[in-house]
């Protein structure tokens, strides 16, 4: 079982930046891809980006492809978000996730571990 740990977040103008990390303990992390997944009020779950076991693989959105990018350092045991201009629509609770599959996969249902999730807001 893994612990994940998401930090980063806050409040930041539209057309700017803010980093993610979320920290992984109990287990190391190059045993998960990870996810990112992120959840505005009234609104599902959503699948923001993903990265392989090894970083070698990446996968996103379309509504965030070329704005963020996903990165992991297995020897930290964290993974990144790194999200530029961004919007208002990209205001939510953004959660990291572990999946025990290989896969990029974008499914809620198909990742094992969840962070507790951090807030981005974004004002215009």
């Known amino acids: 079982q893994v612990q994940l740990v998401e930090s980063g977040g806050g409040l930041v103008q539209a057309g700017g930046s803010l980093s993610l990390s979320c920290v992984a303990s109990?287990?190391?992390?190059?045993?998960?891809?990870m996810g990112w997944f992120r959840q505005a009020p009234g609104k599902e779950r959503e699948f923001v980006a993903s990265i392989s076991r090894n970083a070698a693989a990446t996968y996103y959105a379309d509504s965030v492809k070329g704005r963020f990018t996903i990165s992991r350092d297995n020897a930290k045991n964290t993974v990144y978000l790194q999200m530029s201009s961004l919007k208002t629509e990209d205001a939510a609770v953004y959660y990291c996730a572990a999946d025990r599959e290989s896969g990029l996969r974008v499914g809620v249902s198909a990742y094992d571990y969840w962070g507790q999730g951090t807030q981005v807001t974004v004002s215009s």
């Open positions: 109990g287990r190391t992390l190059s045993s998960y891809a």
